[in-house]
């Protein structure tokens, strides 16, 4: 009994770990633009209740039993945020921030009703779209610098080579080569 309760309490610890490392998201955004924040369940359910809320009380948007409901939203929210009802069978219930300000940073949470999950979301305000460098674009000009480096050093390879070639075939004969050749002669 001692080793079931035990490794329960371990099971247990490690499902709210890998819950609190995994569902947890950063979304970056900048001043003016657009984000989606990712909402999923896993049991979907058309009828389901989902809640979405910013630093765990600002009513940001409601989806009760599969209609939107923003009788209740923070005013800030009002005709920015919205969702995707199409994809609420599927159990998609993300919404999309338009016209970001840098109020809207912070923690958003999205709880699922039915299931108790929940999602939170980070969602950081840049100034410009140059302030947000994803890995993916950095990754990209690694590539091409080192693709114009191989260039650079087989261009100088081949112009160094050229360079030799082009120095035996056309070096003047030594006139004491030209001895060497009349003693062989």
């Given at each position: 009994d001692y080793r079931n309760c035990s490794n329960r309490k371990l099971f247990l610890f490690?499902?709210?770990?890998?819950?609190?490392?995994?569902?947890?998201?950063q979304v970056p955004g900048v001043i003016g633009g657009s984000v989606v924040l990712p909402c999923s369940s896993t049991e979907?359910?058309?009828?389901?209740?989902?809640?979405?809320?910013?630093?765990?009380?600002?009513?940001?948007?409601?989806?009760?039993?599969?209609?939107?409901?923003?009788?209740?939203?923070?005013?800030?929210y009002k005709n920015r945020a919205e969702t995707f009802p199409e994809e609420y069978k599927r159990?998609?219930?993300?919404?999309k921030l338009n016209d970001l300000q840098h109020?809207?940073?912070?923690?958003?949470?999205?709880?699922?009703?039915?299931?108790?999950?929940?999602?939170?979301v980070e969602l950081i305000?840049?100034?410009?779209?140059?302030d947000v460098v994803t890995s993916s674009s950095?990754?990209?000009?690694?590539?091409?610098?080192?693709?114009?480096?191989?260039?650079?050093?087989?261009?100088?390879?081949?112009?160094?080579?050229?360079?030799?070639?082009q120095a035996a075939l056309f070096s003047p004969v030594m006139p004491e080569d030209k001895e060497q050749t009349e003693i062989n002669v």
């Amino acid at each position: 009994d001692y080793r079931n309760c035990s490794n329960r309490k371990l099971f247990l610890f490690l499902q709210i770990l890998l819950h609190l490392c995994v569902l947890s998201l950063q979304v970056p955004g900048v001043i003016g633009g657009s984000v989606v924040l990712p909402c999923s369940s896993t049991e979907p359910d058309q009828d389901t209740e989902v809640h979405w809320r910013q630093n765990g009380s600002k009513i940001v948007y409601d989806i009760i039993k599969g209609k939107d409901s923003v009788e209740q939203q923070e005013p800030r929210y009002k005709n920015r945020a919205e969702t995707f009802p199409e994809e609420y069978k599927r159990g998609n219930f993300s919404i999309k921030l338009n016209d970001l300000q840098h109020t809207d940073a912070g923690k958003y949470t999205c709880l699922i009703a039915h299931s108790s999950e929940h999602k939170t979301v980070e969602l950081i305000i840049n100034e410009t779209q140059t302030d947000v460098v994803t890995s993916s674009s950095l990754l990209w000009v690694y590539i091409i610098v080192a693709v114009l480096i191989l260039i650079m050093l087989i261009a100088g390879f081949i112009i160094g080579y050229r360079k030799k070639i082009q120095a035996a075939l056309f070096s003047p004969v030594m006139p004491e080569d030209k001895e060497q050749t009349e003693i062989n002669v």
